[in-house]
């Protein structure tokens, strides 16, 4: 084991001739090698030529990991991500250690620009103590910028199908004679998303029939922006940087959750804006890292119309009420203040030891106001709720010889206050506080010098979130009344990180893992709105495997994967009870995904690359409710799907820039593909995009 040392200017690295996993998975800087080599059971992945594609951040990681994705629908349209068989908030995201909603990208890691990234860390089920966060299912790290001795820029822009455009740039200036540097990004997204769908319509005769026809009310448009400056080697501090950023995203509703119902008006925004200071300083063997952050969120849902809509796009009935989704209408402004501080102390030990003790602290306070409510009407967002959310962990790492060990602890403390409406003009105040302890271990045995196996196990737990207590004034309603998930984790991999021969260059990984969650909290579907709610214990058993090659010469490679989760209810009591052994509905248990590539160098100039790349993801059917609650002949399940891209790329040096086009064909054969509530996503899609980058 080694301890990060102070910022400082990167060595060069010896460029191997096969990388570790061939398309994302470049063998390159020193601190992405020490993360590989810890304890952890983690996953890294260096995205040099994934910068270069048309596909997202969520689409790479889909592709290139163990992390496993199900999209709702088109671009600005939720995600949710699954480790070992847990998704949603149990996977926590966060960008350079910062938790990524409290970034510019307040819609998720399909809003992070690619080029962005450096390298992306995944932590399978226990998560480091340094995050300070509470996850059940892992954590996965953005690092964007960590080596800052360097004058760099790239910028982007994408073009593609259903009326998509995305750009995106990054730019950072380093003074070597004022010891500091300036960096910014931002990024500008827009898309029609009308992309067709098979709908159910009525004709003149008043008979329902199904036809295909495109989206008429999908759009979205996002767009932010984080501008910092740094010090580096002061005094006072090794690193100090504060930071700012800015986002805005707005995007329309089209249908219901189960798309029975198109909607024509529905509309959902929210708007950001914050700022944070991080600092940084070595005394000896001591260490200490600090971050703090106050951001201002404020989202508004709208559905005033009176208007009944048909696929059409055609309002054909005048509605008695405002409010398309249920005759209620909504002018939903809803404003969140959060503010943010993390401390992390580690001390380095004789020998190849650490410790470490970790404190992070959020104070969330949302309300807001109804402006379609009448003037004396009762407004239960008007109502300050308070949520306040701290996680304190110590850490300590050993290597002895081969062993790699890290014993940890987590303290997990969560107070909230919300007020409730009884009767009339009648109300009362919710408090609730929740105080949870975990602990675990985490341990690498070097096998040999490319074979390495890892277990972890872990006690732990989660809290709600704001969302998840309070709803987010759109089409989730609250639930004061949750209580935090409680789980067992275990983990155990195999790895073999790099085998060179004369066939070429060979790696892979098997992973087990099992999770018992207790008083799982999951989002129910109650028609046109969504509420969070404890219903259930759940025990998942998983297996994933991957395996890569690559010639010697990295001009041809295969790189496939596969997943397996089988992620039952076992709950014994409450309505849960009922469907006691059944899979969990609107989760994929099986999944399947393979690459292959063929690159050739220096064709019409030294330096330039040309590669044809080809993938292909397999997911099994899984079942849209609970399997024991319909007779065998109707049980509704969302079908398997294969999607099919295929993609070219060309990248050649311009004086000091290096240029790169690329076009991208997804789901090349048009196959039906549906979201995790059976809704149909987008079908065929052309991209193409084109790269400048400057170092």
């Not at 998560?127 to 954590?139: H, I, N, T, W, Y």
């Not at 067992?488 to 790696?507: H, K």
């Not at 025990?539 to 090659?549: E, Y």
């Not at 989760?565 to 099986?590: H, M, W, Y």
């Amino acid at each position: 084991m080694s301890t990060p040392a102070p910022e400082r200017p990167p060595a060069a690295t010896e460029v191997s001739p096969a990388p570790a996993v061939v398309e994302i998975m470049v063998r390159g800087t020193p601190r992405a090698e020490r993360s590989r080599r810890s304890a952890q059971a983690v996953e890294v992945l260096e995205l040099e030529r994934a910068q270069r594609s048309s596909a997202d951040l969520g689409e790479v990681l889909a592709r290139g990991s163990s992390l496993k994705v199900q999209r709702q629908g088109g671009l600005g349209s939720s995600s949710r991500y699954s480790l070992n068989g847990l998704s949603g908030d149990r996977v926590r995201f966060f960008l350079d250690g910062m938790p990524l909603e409290l970034t510019a990208y307040q819609l998720g890691v399909a809003n992070v620009p690619v080029g962005l990234v450096e390298r992306v860390e995944i932590y399978q089920g226990v998560v480091p103590v340094k995050f300070g966060a509470d996850a059940l299912g892992g954590a996965v790290n953005l690092v964007s910028d960590e080596s800052v001795r360097s004058t760099r820029g790239s910028a982007s822009y994408q073009f593609g199908s259903y009326d998509t455009h995305r750009l995106s740039g990054t730019a950072r200036v380093y003074s070597e004679s004022m010891r500091g540097f300036a960096r910014g990004s931002f990024f500008l997204d827009r898309s029609a998303n009308d992309y067709p769908v098979d709908a159910q319509v009525f004709d003149d005769a008043g008979q329902v029939s199904m036809a295909r026809l495109r989206r008429f009310h999908d759009g979205y448009v996002g767009a932010g922006a984080t501008l910092g400056v740094g010090l580096l080697q002061r005094p006072w501090a090794d690193r100090i940087v504060l930071q700012g950023y800015v986002s805005d995203h707005g995007r329309d509703v089209q249908h219901n959750g189960n798309m029975s119902v198109p909607y024509g008006e529905v509309t959902y925004g929210r708007r950001a804006a914050g700022g944070n200071l991080s600092y940084r300083k070595r005394w000896g063997r001591l260490r200490l890292d600090g971050v703090g952050d106050y951001s201002l969120r404020a989202s508004r849902f709208r559905d005033v119309s009176r208007c009944r809509y048909d696929w059409y796009g055609r309002c054909f009935v005048t509605l008695p009420l405002a409010g398309e989704i249920d005759s209620v209408a909504l002018d939903r402004h809803v404003d969140e203040r959060t503010l943010f501080g993390r401390a992390e102390l580690s001390y380095a030990l004789p020998g190849e030891q650490l410790v470490r003790l970790a404190l992070s602290t959020s104070f969330v306070k949302r309300d807001g106001h109804d402006d379609a409510l009448k003037a004396d009407a009762y407004d239960p967002l008007r109502a300050a709720r308070v949520l306040v959310t701290s996680v304190l962990g110590a850490e300590y790492e050993v290597t002895v010889g081969k062993l790699a060990a890290v014993a940890f602890t987590k303290v997990y403390y969560q107070r909230s206050k919300s007020e409730e409406r009884l009767l009339a003009a009648l109300t009362r105040t919710l408090r609730a506080k929740e105080l949870s302890a975990g602990a675990g271990d985490s341990l690498r045995w070097n096998l040999t010098e490319e074979l390495y196996a890892k277990g972890s196990f872990e006690y732990a737990a989660r809290l709600p979130n704001a969302d998840e207590r309070f709803g987010d004034g759109g089409l989730i309603a609250d639930n004061a009344r949750l209580h935090p998930e409680r789980s067992q984790n275990i983990n155990l991999s195999f790895g073999l990180e790099r085998w060179v021969t004369s066939l070429g260059a060979f790696t892979g990984s098997v992973n087990g893992s099992g999770r018992r969650v207790e008083s799982m909290v999951v989002l129910l579907n109650n028609g046109g709105y969504f509420q969070y709610s404890n219903v259930l214990a759940a025990r998942a058993l998983g297996v994933d495997a991957r395996a890569s090659w690559a010639d010697r010469r990295d001009h041809f490679g295969l790189q496939g994967g596969f997943s397996y989760q089988d992620v039952r209810n076992t709950s014994k009591t409450g309505p849960g009870a009922l469907f006691e052994g059944d899979r969990i509905p609107n989760q994929p248990f099986l999944q399947v995904s393979a690459r292959a590539f063929a690159r050739a160098r220096d064709l019409a100039e030294a330096g330039d690359e040309l590669e044809l790349a080809y993938d292909v993801r397999h997911v099994a059917g899984f079942f849209l409710g609970w399997e024991s609650a319909a007779a065998n002949g109707s049980k509704l399940t969302v079908p398997s799907q294969t999607v099919h891209a295929l993609s070219l790329s060309h990248a050649t040096s311009v004086g000091a820039a290096r240029v790169a086009n690329s076009f991208e064909v997804h789901n090349l054969t048009n196959a039906k593909v549906f979201d995790f509530y059976g809704v149909e996503r987008p079908g065929r899609a052309f991209a193409w995009k084109l790269s400048l980058e400057y170092r």
